[in-house]
């Protein structure tokens, strides 16, 4: 049972232009959302995060927004550089939970 | 801050053997570590959630007896793969758990992964 998705297993992009992530999640007590970025052979790195009571958080080019009704949250990055090229996975987690649960990822190509 | 570190990053081992992976908390105390295993293009799959001085809790169909890990201190969890045959290649990755940010009642807990460590059993 797939407690976090990410439907798209890959997006293309032109550098410049805002790539948009997508997660879905099944478990409404989740309550803390993180992102994370991979580039091959590495381990993932903590990109940006937010909690349930805020719909929207913004780090630089970074943007994560939440909808709870919909159980579903979106990373936006604008703009797009290659070298944000990347496997990105999306994790929810509860407060004082022990897990973490990651989504497959989301492959991101960014074109020069 | 928040640096985790693991050794070695690439092993290559015959099959047969036994290949232990260590996993360290540089600068921050662990009590939670995890390990996990990444296959070709696919997600973590959680393997194991090691705490501190005691034993590790196995997710299901990952064997306890064949990836033994252990979470000596508060910095250092170690996985050990035994009896290695070609179809425990893969990437083990480790990440450890430490406090942040904080919600009234609770703590939220952001995981530091290392490195990565790729194993080829041949």
């Known amino acids: 049972d797939q407690q976090v998705k990410q439907n798209s297993p890959s997006l293309s992009v032109q550098e410049g232009r805002i790539s948009i992530l997508n997660c879905d999640y099944t478990?409404?007590?989740?309550?803390?959302f993180l992102w994370y970025k991979k580039y091959p052979a590495e381990g993932p790195t903590f990109l940006i995060s937010?909690?349930?009571?805020?719909d929207k958080n913004e780090d630089g080019r970074f943007t994560v927004f939440l909808n709870k009704s919909a159980k579903h949250l979106s990373l936006h990055i604008v703009p797009s550089q290659p070298g944000d090229s990347a496997v990105y996975f999306c994790?929810?987690?509860?407060?004082?939970?022990?897990?973490?649960?990651f989504g497959a990822g989301t492959r991101l190509f960014v074109k020069a | 801050g928040a640096v985790v570190s693991q050794h070695p990053s690439r092993v290559i081992c015959k099959s047969g053997t036994s290949v232990k992976i260590e996993c360290r908390s540089l600068d921050f105390q662990a009590t939670t570590m995890f390990w996990y295993r990444q296959f070709p293009k696919q997600s973590l799959m959680l393997m194991a959630t090691?705490?501190?001085?005691?034993?590790?809790?196995?997710e299901q169909g990952v064997e306890k007896d064949k990836f033994l890990i252990n979470h000596a201190s508060l910095t250092l969890s170690t996985l050990t793969v035994t009896s290695a045959h070609p179809e425990d290649s893969s990437f083990y990755i480790c990440s450890a758990r430490d406090k942040g940010g904080g919600l009234a009642g609770g703590f939220i807990y952001e995981q530091y992964f290392g490195p990565g460590t790729r194993l080829t059993v041949t």
């Open positions: 478990n409404s007590m989740f309550d803390y």
């Open positions: 937010i909690s349930s009571i805020k």
């Open positions: 090691s705490n501190e001085g005691s034993k590790a809790t196995y």
């Open positions: 994790a929810a987690s509860l407060t004082g939970g022990f897990k973490t649960i």
